[in-house]
Structures are given as C-alpha cells and as structure tokens.
C-alpha cells in the first residue's frame, strides 16, 4: 500500500478514536499537546488540512466551551504550576 494511503486511513482512525476519547475519559484528564504545525508537510487529500493539524480534531467534539478549554489550557496550568505562575505573572 503506497505511504499516502496508509496515513489516510491512519487519520480516519484518529478522528474515530479521538471522537470516543471523549466521551469515556474526564476531560480534566485530557491534555491536548502538538508538535509544530507544518512539521509533516503531507496533506490529507479527503479534507485538504494537513495531517498534523489536531487542534481541528478536538474542535470537532461535541463537548462544552469549559471542557475544551480544560482541554487546551486549563490542565496544562493545573498540571505544571511552575508554567502557570510564569504565565500568570506576564498577565496570561
């Protein structure tokens, strides 16, 4: 199976895992991490983002303004308080 083929199905996989992620694990346990967009140069050709583009997969859940905020940001300041005195010391 060409290379290409392989990570569309890989992210078809992805979105049907991520969507049901959410549904059985506390969204207070979730913490949404990427590397830098634009590091996998490949485009999904089924949607036209690129395949490193995860933020969409969160944003497509069917959860609440708190919850994907706890999501993005909220964990990750109760999880490394260090970072989030640093942050909240600039006014972040």
Same mark, same amino acid.
């Given at each position: /199976?060409?290379?290409?083929?392989?990570? !569309?199905?890989?992210?078809?996989? %992805?979105?049907?895992?991520?969507? =049901? #992620?959410?549904?059985?694990?506390?969204?207070?346990?979730?913490?949404?991490?990427?590397? /830098?967009?634009?590091?996998?140069?490949? !485009?999904?050709?089924?949607?036209? %983002?690129?395949?490193?583009?995860? =933020? #969409?997969?969160?944003?497509?859940?069917?959860?609440?303004?708190?919850?994907?905020?706890?999501?993005?940001?909220?964990?990750?300041?109760?999880?490394?308080?260090?970072?989030?005195?640093?942050?909240?010391?600039?006014?972040?």
């Amino acid at each position: /199976m060409p290379p290409h083929r392989q990570r !569309i199905r890989r992210g078809a996989r %992805h979105r049907w895992r991520h969507s =049901k #992620r959410a549904k059985v694990i506390d969204s207070k346990n979730i913490l949404f991490g990427s590397e /830098m967009v634009g590091a996998v140069r490949a !485009i999904d050709p089924e949607t036209g %983002h690129y395949f490193d583009d995860t =933020k #969409r997969y969160v944003d497509a859940l069917d959860i609440s303004p708190e919850a994907r905020h706890m999501i993005f940001e909220g964990n990750a300041r109760r999880v490394f308080p260090r970072l989030y005195a640093q942050l909240k010391g600039r006014g972040l």
